[in-house]
């Protein structure tokens, strides 16, 4: 059977709603399992790429192997340079988004 | 190479969400990659395309329209819409809102749409309402 293979698009920020950590907890996992998964980080979800951000699920994910990209137009929209960013955080376009989703049996899951 | 087909379901009305200018960025992308989308739009999204959406001035700031540039979703769409892309309103949700007036290009649809496109389509992405 083929594996699936997954894309979680987070546009909720930690401070906001404290969901985002089913969304990790739910990435990590599937890593785990020896699933392909990444994380893509847009909208206010960037706001936990911070370095300084409470609360942030972002190194748990980086920790666990998961890819963890951030949206390079909400950076900018929301004045986080590239020096602020977590370690293992990735800045990308949004067309590298639909690169990830268009991969071969991927699931692409928005929250 | 199979064609690669992008299936979006959008519900957010107007100006509620920046989750509406993300999908329309997505979809952007999508095209201009080849990829062939489409766009099944639900509940408060079937007014992104409503041809009424006028432009204003802001009194407070005390702009015109013409310095004040407002952007309304429907010319949004209007500028990414282009071939390889369908975009399907749901009939009910026009009905019950009074907005069946939409830009070129728009059809008019319904659920059944949305599955047969999901199930043709190479991913599926559901954009909620929170």
Redesign the interface.
């Known amino acids: 059977m083929t594996q699936s293979q997954y894309v979680f ?1 987070e ?1 909720r920020d930690p401070f906001e709603s404290t969901d985002t950590g089913f969304v990790a907890d739910t990435a990590v996992t599937l890593r785990a399992r020896g699933r392909a998964v990444a994380v893509f980080l ?3 979800g960037v706001l936990a790429t911070r370095t300084g951000a409470h609360g942030s699920q972002v190194s748990r994910l980086v920790a666990a192997g998961v890819p963890v990209l951030a949206d390079d ?1 909400s950076l900018r929209e929301r004045g986080i340079e590239a020096s602020e960013l977590r370690d293992g955080v990735q800045e990308a ?3 590298t ?3 990830l ?2 991969r ?1 049996n ?3 899951v ?1 929250h | 190479m199979a064609e ?1 087909t ?1 299936t979006l379901a959008l519900m957010d009305a107007p100006y509620e969400s ?2 509406s200018t ?1 999908a329309l ?2 979809i952007d ?2 095209l ?2 080849g ?1 062939t989308v489409n766009v099944f739009a639900y509940e408060g999204a079937v007014c992104l395309t409503q041809k009424e959406q006028a432009p204003h001035a802001n009194p407070v700031k005390g702009t015109t329209v013409e310095q004040e540039e407002h952007p309304t979703t429907k010319d949004l769409v209007a500028g990414i819409m282009r071939p390889g892309l369908t975009w399907v309103n749901c009939g009910l949700c026009v009905d019950e809102r009074g907005a069946g007036n939409w830009i070129e290009g728009v059809k008019r649809g319904g659920p059944p749409d949305f599955f047969k496109m999901a199930v043709e389509s ?7 309402t929170r």
Do not use: E
């Open positions: 698009i546009s847009l909208q206010n137009f376009s949004i067309g988004l639909v690169d989703m268009l071969p991927t699931k692409a928005w | 690669k992008l920046a989750a993300t960025r997505i992308a999508a201009a990659k990829i190479s991913t599926t992405l559901v954009i909620p």
